[in-house]
């Protein structure tokens, strides 16, 4: 475009500072174009007018006719100074449409169907029919597919509906609503069942939908979760069944195991030996996320002694929680220091204390001491080496400049 035309400033989007293509107004009165204003409202979970900072009570968006046709009318007039004109926008679907279809679709099963294929034709179109989706309720149309189909043989309808649900990218207030909707079926029952028994694909985006729902969930919520949630989230991480569901499964635990019932049964679901063999594997310890959010959740498990047991019992467990120390990042290295102080306070038996001077773990604590990192994790190494200063210090392996070197 030629930088002489001078383009009218009402034409700018407020957001994008470009000429609007699809201009709609919000509750506010104020027009943005529509792919700016919905980027603000739905992925950046905002629900303020960035103009007037007021709120937008209403979600949906008007569009602006007339303003369209003068932007259209404008840029085909200076189409010769390289202006290039705007098509027409399609029109968004309706949320009238959208229920009629969920209505229809309770006739029968071939109806659901035909339903599910509309359902993501409609979803892969843009990002406006997805937030209509969500205003005419679709996310609980889909809840209800899955709890009633999830458990039977045949699970195509399910898989689709728990495809479907999860690209839909729900809002935290729909979230919230699926997990306190029982007309739908318990939703986090029926993801449960479906990480059990369903096919890798859906196995992988019930845990991701569940992540998403665990952390919208009030704290009763998460204390009062059924043991099984948490043997279908060890199997996940134990199965590997792809490197999304593997971080999911993993966040669950950070999100359910700050409450002390809650590590009592991810500890019975096999949690700490899974986690330990899964920082053995180089592929998961490539991404500093992944063992961060493990040494976070060994370090919970551990709080309790029957983590701690199963902890010291694992050959590997020590060492590995060790050699991360000091490689991952500052999180990892003091949630690990915060282990085996853990396990050397309270399961302190001369082999342990033994097995950690062989593997390194009194040399790797001087390090800490000498190093630039947190004075936290500083102060917990410092405990351990002076909890056991008797046993290391006298101790032939201990070389005689870490001796000299000794916390007192």
Known sequence: ????????????????????????????????????????????????????????????????????????????????????KIPTPRSPI???????????????????????????????????NKRCLEVAGVQEF???????????????????????????????????????????????KSLTKIMQRGIYESRAYATLLLKNILEVADPMQIMTLKPSVFTEVVQILDDRISHKATKAAMHVLVTTCPWGRNRHKAVEAGAISVIIELLLDESFSSDRRGPEMAMVVLDMLCHCAEGRAEFSNHGAAIAVVCKKILRVSQTASDRA???????????????????????????????????????????????????HARVWKDSPCLPRNMILAYPS
């Open 1 to 84: 475009m030629d930088e002489e035309i001078e383009i009218p400033p009402f034409f700018l989007c407020p957001i994008s500072l470009e000429i609007m293509k699809d201009p709609v107004i919000v509750s506010t009165g104020i027009t943005y174009d529509r792919d700016s204003i919905e980027k603000w409202l739905f992925s950046g979970k905002k629900n303020s007018c960035p103009v007037t900072k007021q709120d937008i009570t209403d979600a949906d968006l008007t569009p602006n006719h007339t303003l369209r046709r003068l932007i259209q009318s404008w840029c085909t007039l200076n189409a010769s100074y390289g202006v290039e």
């Open 94 to 128: 309706c949320k009238s449409e959208i229920e009629k279809l969920i209505k229809d679709s309770a006739s029968s099963h071939k109806n659901q169907v035909m339903c599910l294929k509309r359902l993501r034709q409609i979803v892969s179109e843009n990002a406006t």
């Open 142 to 188: 889909l809840a209800t597919i899955i709890s009633n189909n999830g458990f039977d043989s045949s699970m195509s309808l399910s898989d689709e509906a728990l495809s479907l649900l999860y690209h839909l990218e729900s809002s935290e207030t729909v979230l919230k609503n699926l997990l306190n909707n029982k007309k739908g079926g318990n939703i986090v």
């Open 337 to 387: 220091v915060r282990v085996l102080l853990s396990v050397g306070r309270f399961c302190a038996t001369p082999a342990l204390l033994q097995e950690m001077l062989q593997l390194g773990v009194v040399e790797k604590m001087f390090l800490v001491l000498q190093v630039s990192c947190g004075s936290k994790t500083k102060e917990k190494a410092k405990e351990l080496l002076k909890l």
